[in-house]
């Protein structure tokens, strides 16, 4: 007699439970989702829709070409650095040339630490056998040196690796060059290859591996054996510290102005000149040949400056007629100093009521230095540009002349006496009133022929009294109408005036901006203007202000007095910006700047707009940029204007 065993489960409840377990997602508890124990089925509610491959596999890959491969109509060629092609010696960032290797190339590259116990004793043993080797052989066959390499190798890895406790590491380095185009493609390759070699560094063409380079490139870290056998090359700790390739090339302070784009990375650069935590000074020099930018940079320069509520002051010697545009453009006052000039500002007018203009910045009490005193050797600077041959005597006479000129007008060694009674300052006298006080001494008289030009003569316009106000914050003092002979007493009387207006401005911000400065410093002036002319580059930067100053001709800027004066100013102003020059000009300041030989080049290669931005031992590519409506003010190009005349109804 048989017996039967009963289910646990009933057939129908087994049924029943199954069904049960087919709407399982809608009744998992949250902890069997977390942890695993059973996963829901969303294959049917993911039909259709985009997944992680798709968004990473590409749709279309061709590699019948041993040069390349096309990937979604992109061309991809890779190289890769062969294991004994790089350099000995390397510095920091030592592979950012090649990030920074410009549009369509990209750097992958792959460390892989080895087991120190394990290294050490392979250094050893390999060391060893070399050292055996060597004594079998004469040290006259081609193998000797290669050991002695190969041992003295070794024994600098063994000793970095105890003494110093770096680790060994195998380095792979990949290139990738993509374009839209075959021949861009070449094109790009070539110059890597050229900017490799440049770097010390042998590249080779992964040809016929493409497919195999592609997927070495790949961020999975599974480099294709090959490739991996050609590319090793041993590394340690400091090496590949110094390889860290992302050095950064931007320059973008805060409250910067916007120069132009960096040429290494088309990053945009920003400069604060006045950041004088950053900069010891904010001075900046700006040298370049004729053409190469210098005069739309200066205006870039003071345009923005002036729409950061900067005071910004002109010196003009040359074609002050590219300033004009712009001046009126920003709301500015153009003045142009020549003998048909109605609007000359006056030379002698005193404009500043005290000398201690660090008072007010620092709350001292302000010293009562002699305004007149310093005025009357300024003017006596002046007057000596146009008569080199004064003597000490006929300094005295015109110091005397000078204070009994002043003196006429109420004016005294006294400050109080510069201003009357409603705090205005004073009717000041023009040249005509010191030529009259020349000629009524005949030992003066021979003096006052100097000054002949500006009362009777063609100049006499610029002699007369007027009533300029400089209370603008954007002004234009063009230099470019005075004749030739005039021509530094024009730079001077017009550099005058801007040294006055900023050393009056108290705690404004301001900028002084002197194109062609050398013509101050160089072999036509003398020591008494070229040493004015330092001291105020230097005083301005103590006043919250700042001087930009530009220089065409190297050799002039360095032919007074051996270059005292005009290395003073290189070395007053810590930013420069060196623009397209010839090879000559460049030697000249390559060690005043530092600069390598392949900066050299750069600097003759340079286009119009370009210039290698030096502050201190950092040197940056940059290319200024400006905006249409700054553009269509400022451009000088004989085409654009012929352009724009014709558009015109």
Excluded at 157 to 162: D, Q, R
Excluded at 468 to 482: A, E, R, W
Excluded at 499 to 528: R, Y
Excluded at 579 to 600: D, F, G, K, T, Y
């Amino acid at each position: 007699m048989s017996s039967k065993k009963k289910p646990f489960f009933k057939p129908q409840k087994k049924k029943n439970a199954k069904k049960a377990n087919s709407v399982a997602p809608k009744q998992l508890s949250l902890k069997r989702l977390l942890f695993g124990e059973e996963k829901p089925d969303f294959s049917a509610l993911t039909a259709g829709s985009t997944t992680i491959l798709d968004i990473l596999s590409p749709a279309a890959i061709d590699t019948k070409c041993k040069d390349y491969i096309v990937v979604d109509s992109v061309y991809h060629a890779y190289l890769y650095v062969m294991g004994y092609g790089y350099a000995t010696t390397v510095g920091s960032c030592w592979l950012a040339p090649l990030v920074e290797a410009g549009e369509g190339v990209s750097l992958i590259f792959t460390f892989r630490r080895q087991p120190r116990e394990k290294t050490l004793s392979s250094i050893s043993q390999t060391t060893m056998m070399n050292r055996s080797r060597m004594h079998d052989i004469g040290d006259n066959r081609q193998d000797y040196e290669e050991l002695d390499s190969a041992i003295q190798a070794g024994l600098y890895l063994k000793g970095a690796m105890n003494r110093q406790g770096e680790d060994f590491y195998y380095m792979y380095t990949l290139l990738e060059i993509t374009a839209d185009d075959p021949e861009t493609l070449e094109q790009r390759v070539t110059a890597v290859e050229k900017l490799c070699v440049s770097e010390e560094m042998l590249a080779r063409r992964c040809d016929y591996m493409q497919e195999q380079a592609f997927l070495s490139a790949l961020p999975v870290l599974s480099l294709d054996p090959d490739i991996e056998r050609k590319a090793r090359r041993n590394a340690l700790t400091g090496s590949v510290a110094a390889a860290f390739p992302f050095a950064s090339y931007e320059l973008s302070d805060r409250n910067g102005i916007f120069l132009g784009l960096n040429l290494y990375n088309r990053s945009p650069v920003f400069l604060d000149f006045y950041d004088d935590y950053k900069y010891t000074n904010g001075n900046c020099w700006i040298g370049g040949s004729s053409g190469a930018g210098k005069t739309f940079a200066l205006n870039c320069l003071g345009g923005r400056l002036r729409q950061q509520d900067k005071r910004v002051i002109y010196v003009i010697p040359k074609k002050g007629h590219e300033f004009r545009p712009l001046c009126e453009l920003m709301g500015g006052l153009y003045l142009r100093l020549s003998p048909s000039s109605k609007d000359c500002p006056n030379i002698m007018a005193i404009r500043r009521r005290s000398l201690d203009s660090y008072a007010d910045l620092k709350n001292l009490t302000a010293r009562d230095d002699s305004v007149l005193a310093e005025k009357i050797s300024h003017l006596i600077i002046w007057f000596s540009l146009q008569k080199r041959d004064l003597s000490d005597e006929d300094r005295n006479h015109l110091d005397s002349s000078l204070v009994e000129c002043y003196r006429r007008y109420g004016i005294s060694f006294d400050n109080a006496t510069l201003t009357g009674e409603d705090g205005a300052f004073r009717e000041m006298p023009i040249l005509p009133d010191w030529y009259e006080v020349l000629n009524e001494k005949p030992e003066t008289k021979h003096l006052a022929v100097v000054l002949a030009r500006y009362v009777t003569g063609s100049a006499a316009a610029m002699g007369r009294r007027n009533d300029i106000d400089l209370d603008n914050k954007y002004i234009v003092l063009d230099v470019s109408g005075m004749p030739d002979d005039l021509q530094l007493p024009g730079i001077f009387w017009a550099t005058d005036i801007a040294n006055d207006l900023i050393m009056d401005a108290g705690a404004e911000l301001s900028a002084l901006i002197a194109d062609e400065l050398w013509s101050l410093v160089g072999a036509n002036s003398n020591p008494l203007a070229a040493g004015f002319i330092l001291e105020m580059v230097k005083t301005i930067r103590g006043l919250g202000g700042i001087a930009v100053t530009s220089t065409q001709g190297m050799q002039d800027l360095f032919s007074l007095d051996g270059g005292k004066y005009g290395k003073g100013i290189l070395d007053s102003s810590r930013i420069k910006i060196v623009m397209q020059m010839e090879e000559q000009e460049a030697r000249l300041i390559q060690n005043v700047l530092n600069l390598s030989e392949a900066e050299v080049r750069q600097i003759t290669r340079f286009r119009r707009g370009e210039g290698l931005l030096c502050i201190g031992y950092n040197h940056v590519p940059v290319a200024f940029h400006a905006t249409e409506r700054e553009y269509d003010a400022i451009t000088t190009s004989s085409t654009d204007l012929r352009m724009r005349k014709e558009e015109r109804p």
